[in-house]
């Protein structure tokens, strides 16, 4: 079974760019998460769908990240305009359901913003 | 505001010894707790889950779980160096499916 894949794996950009990630989860899986995870700090959700619906993006800085997912499978994450504090690597998962199911995590994007 | 509390270590334990990992959250009503261990410069993998309060084991693992107390723990049993990374503990609520994040225990296992 493969995993969850996500491209580029790292990205430089300068500060005011713009950037986008791309995530596909494991086959079947109807639930895919987006964390942002900072040097020291443990994951952060930035946004859950279940299939191709928002579940979840409390935490989702609306006015410059956005994100969707087309046809329930594959996700793109978006930052326009990148701020210096957007360095972090940026997590995909998916999980079955998204009741109690364990999460799968990919590979990860690490984000530098100059 | 939900929390996970971690000591950030570094918790360094020799070869062959018991590593004891802690982890206290904030939300009583919390059904669901994981354990993940994540090797420097990789992703998040899953070590084990537990619902219930007591213990459950899996091979060189030990989770404790207690909900009175709030308190979820990990032993690991005869630590290989190759248990040396950060361990984060996660929590699922009852009401979403969101998991709330403590930010990792690094141990370090020396040989």
């Known amino acids: 079974e493969a995993g969850v894949a996500q491209s580029p794996r790292y990205k430089i950009i300068e500060k005011r760019q713009s950037v986008a990630f791309w995530c596909n989860p494991i086959?079947?899986?109807?639930?895919l998460y987006w964390y942002q995870q900072i040097l020291g700090q443990g994951p952060k959700l930035l946004i859950q769908?279940?299939?191709?619906?928002?579940?979840?993006d409390s935490q989702l800085p609306k006015d410059r990240f956005s994100a969707e997912r087309l046809k329930g499978v594959d996700s793109t994450l978006k930052i326009q305009p990148a701020k210096l504090e957007d360095s972090a690597v940026y997590l995909c998962?998916?999980?079955?359901?998204?009741?109690?199911?364990?999460?799968?995590f990919g590979p990860g994007t690490r984000l530098t913003v100059l | 505001q939900k929390e996970v509390e971690q000591n950030s270590g570094p918790l360094s334990v020799p070869e062959g010894a018991i590593a004891s990992l802690n982890c206290t959250y904030s939300?009583?009503?919390?059904?669901?707790f994981f354990w993940y261990r994540q090797y420097s410069g990789k992703s998040p993998e899953l070590i084990m889950f537990?619902?219930s309060n007591g213990d459950k084991e899996d091979g060189r693992f030990t989770a404790q779980l207690n909900k009175a107390s709030q308190y979820v723990s990990l032993l690991i049993r005869d630590s290989q160096p190759s248990d040396s990374a950060t361990y984060l503990c996660?929590?699922?609520?009852?009401?979403?499916?969101?998991?709330?994040w403590g930010a990792g225990t690094k141990l370090i296992i020396k040989p």
């Open positions: 998962a998916s999980s079955l359901t998204g009741s109690t199911d364990t999460q799968y």
């Open positions: 537990i619902y």
């Open positions: 939300d009583r009503g919390s059904q669901s």
């Open positions: 996660a929590v699922k609520g009852d009401s979403n499916y969101q998991l709330i």
């Open positions: 086959s079947g899986h109807a639930t």
């Open positions: 769908f279940q299939n191709n619906g928002v579940v979840d």
